[in-house]
Structures are given as C-alpha cells and as structure tokens.
C-alpha cells in the first residue's frame, strides 16, 4: 500500500505568507482606489471652489470651500503611500502602525470636514434661493426682505448681471454638495474597511501536526 501524504503541509504556508491576498475592491488592492477616488474628489472640489472665487471677490471661504478638497487631496496622498509600504490588517512595522493610524483618521477628519460643507453649501443655497437683487453701479446688492429697511443685504463685489450670477452660484452651490457628500462616502468608506480588517478579520482552526504545519480558516 502506498504512503498517504498528509494535506497538513500543503497550502497551509502559502496562507499564511500572503496574508493581504483578499483585501481587494474592483481589482485594486485597498487602499490604492479608495485614495485614488479621494484624489479625484478632492482636485474636483478644489476647482469648483475656485472656479466660484472668480465670481467675485467677496465670497466668503466657507462659500469657497477649497480647503476641503486640499484636505481630501492630502488624505489621498497618505493613502498612497499607506499602498506602497505594503497595506497589511496586522502591522509589521511601526512604520506601518503610524501610516495606518493617520490615514484613519485623517478619514474621519474628511467625513466631518465634508459634512461641515454640505451644511454650509446647503445653507448658502437656501439664502440664495431667496435672494432678491438688484444692481448698483458693479455691485449686486441682495437681500431676504426688500421691503425691511435695516434687513440684513449681502453685496455681490465686481458683479455685472445678478441674475447670472446667482444662478451660477446656486449651481456650484448643488456640485459642492453632491461632491462633498462623495467625499463623505468614500472616507468613511475608507476608514470602514480598515476598521473592519483590524478588528473583524481574525483566524481560527486546528492545529493538525507540528507547530510548523497548522491549518487555519479565516472568518
């Protein structure tokens, strides 16, 4: 009778050195196309901020809301670079350990900065809406109620068509939103998966053998 060979040893190794094998999403491995979604985010944001700045020079930075997207572009970078040292649920190195911990909360940071906008954009847009214009000389002076004299106005600077200019503020108004609200998503799905690999991800099994040839599935 022939020899059995024991499956103890075979594929056991294997598994255990290629540990990152299933921490993949649409063929990238994590967390290459969530920082590239970041990336396009955040330079998508950023532009539509200055494109509104060009408006006229008195917008307000909470109604230009470039920041957010050069905080989403250095989320992405952080990401990148968590990529090529290798990402692994279980860090080797506390170099690792380090790049980790600020990429997670450096998403944090991006849900609540990209939460904090959409309140702002949502806000500007609803005073907008109900804005009743009127120019004066190369200003567009607004207000909520003309018929209250000391009404608050609000004074559009360099302005020479209120009524272009408020319609295409109200339209960067809603690309804020949805991209900010993009933003939110992908951080939070970022910061998600990383959670969910550090602390959900474990191994259980029986040890068949000797210590070196063990058997282990993963939940």
């Given at each position: 009778m022939g020899s059995e060979k024991s499956p103890a040893g075979s594929g056991g190794g294997e598994r255990q050195a290629r540990?990152?094998?299933?921490?993949?999403?649409?063929?990238?491995?994590?967390?290459?196309?969530?920082?590239?979604?970041?990336?396009?985010?955040?330079?998508?944001?950023?532009?539509?901020?200055f494109l509104m700045a060009t408006i006229s020079p008195s917008l307000l930075a909470r109604e230009t809301p470039h920041w957010a997207g050069i905080i989403m572009c250095v989320v992405s970078i952080v990401g990148f670079v968590l990529d090529c040292i290798t990402y692994l649920p279980d860090e080797r190195t506390s170099m690792q350990f380090i790049i980790k911990l600020l990429y997670f909360l450096l998403c944090s940071v991006g849900v609540v900065i990209s939460i904090l906008v959409i309140a702002f954009q949502g806000h500007h847009y609803s005073l907008t809406n109900g804005f009743t214009c009127k120019e004066m000389g190369e200003n567009c002076v607004c207000t909520l109620e003309p018929e209250d004299p000391i009404a608050r106005t609000f004074t559009y600077t360099e302005v020479s068509n209120c009524l272009a200019v408020m319609s295409t503020l109200m339209l960067y108004y809603l690309l804020q939103m949805v991209l900010n609200l993009a933003q939110a998503i992908v951080c939070m799905l970022g910061a998600f998966i990383m959670w969910k690999h550090r602390y959900q991800m474990f191994f259980v099994g029986l040890q068949m053998g000797s210590p070196t040839s063990q058997h282990w599935q993963k939940v």
């Open positions: 540990p990152e094998d299933g921490h993949t999403c649409c063929g990238c491995r994590f967390p290459l196309l969530i920082a590239l979604l970041q990336l396009l985010l955040g330079i998508s944001t950023a532009v539509v901020a």
